[in-house]
């Protein structure tokens, strides 16, 4: 088999099985308990000390019963080809995923795609969360272009599913904004009153064009504001759940079918977490740098 190694430093996550099901319990049992079922969901991709509290809760929400996760990245401008990983599986510390390649073929099918050989953070740092809390399920790798484009391409994986009868579950990978000396980004200078504007009106922006399922108004925001590192990858996201109710997407239960067919413009997405990597520090003093992360699943209740 040929797989795909970790290219990431060992600090971006825990490299050790029982620190990862240390860190990911918690959420696990949060997750046990939940009553909604989602499809989709929204996470962000910096290392477990600083967002990996809400990247658990993002990716510990989606549909248990997923055969296969599709993990969304990005870091992709506009203009540049969807990019998806080749190789039969990804190695994690908790052992191999398998990737889907049935549904990869089945969605390179439908628009052109590239190889993903390059080293990027939005997709690998989340995978020791999803053979987590999916052991069973297989993989998609994939990374979405900051265009609109993608939107489309969302709905188009989402029937390359539903064509093969996949029961699938789509987490989209991407950071707020990145403020500071470190990222050449400081339009309300330094200090508290920066991570405020950040904060509460900055990221508050982008989520809240986020719940309301615009992938138009997410697209401007991101590129207008510097309010999102891989826009794609959301409107990827919001393309697949969009289309939830014209397509029958993989085994399924009754009471799953009937929400299903009747979720279009019904999906609610909701805010599970908002924090910066200032947050993080536990220090009275604001960093000339940080980054926002928020964790957004899109649900159906049960």
């Known amino acids: 088999m040929i797989l795909r190694e970790s290219s990431l430093s060992p600090g971006w996550y825990p490299r050790k099985r029982d620190e990862i099901e240390e860190f990911l319990e918690p959420f696990a049992k949060d997750a046990a308990n939940s009553a909604v079922l ?28 997923a055969e296969t996760v599709a993990v969304i990245g990005g870091h992709l ?13 990804v190695r994690t510390p908790l052992g191999t995923i398998k990737i889907d390649r049935e549904l ?34 297989e993989l998609l790798w994939l990374r979405f272009p900051a265009e609109f484009s993608s939107y489309e391409a969302g ?7 539903g ?12 950071d707020l904004t990145h403020y500071g000396v470190n990222y050449g980004y400081s339009p309300r200078g330094s200090g508290k009153p920066a ?4 904060k509460n009106v900055n990221d508050a922006g982008f989520i809240a064009a986020v719940l309301e399922g615009d992938p138009s108004r997410v697209l401007n925001h991101a590129g207008g504001n510097f309010s999102a590192c891989s826009a794609g990858s959301v409107l990827g996201a919001l ?21 299903v067919k009747n979720s279009l413009g019904k999906i609610h997405a909701r805010l599970l977490d908002y924090r ?8 009275s003093e604001v960093p000339d740098s940080f980054v926002g992360y928020a964790a957004i699943t899109f649900c159906l209740s049960l």
């Open 155 to 161: 709905k188009l994986l989402a029937e390359s599913a």
């Open 104 to 137: 990869r073929e089945e969605f390179k099918n439908q628009l052109p795609s590239r190889p993903d050989r390059y080293q990027d953070n939005t997709v690998e740092v989340l995978l020791p969360m999803v053979h987590y809390f999916f052991p069973r399920a």
């Open 77 to 89: 401008p506009a203009g540049m080809p969807i990019l998806l990983a080749e190789e039969e599986g």
């Open 38 to 65: 989602s499809p989709a969901a929204m996470s962000p991709h910096a290392g477990w000390h600083y967002s990996g509290a809400p990247a658990a809760m993002a990716v510990s929400s989606l549909d248990r019963d």
């Open 239 to 259: 393309g697949f759940a969009a289309s939830l109710g014209k397509i029958s997407l993989g085994k399924t239960s009754p009471e799953r079918d009937s929400l």
């Open 195 to 198: 991570l405020e504007w950040v």
């Open 276 to 283: 910066t990597s200032a947050d993080a520090d536990k220090s």
């Open 163 to 174: 064509k093969l009868g996949r029961r699938l579950a789509v987490l989209a990978s991407t």
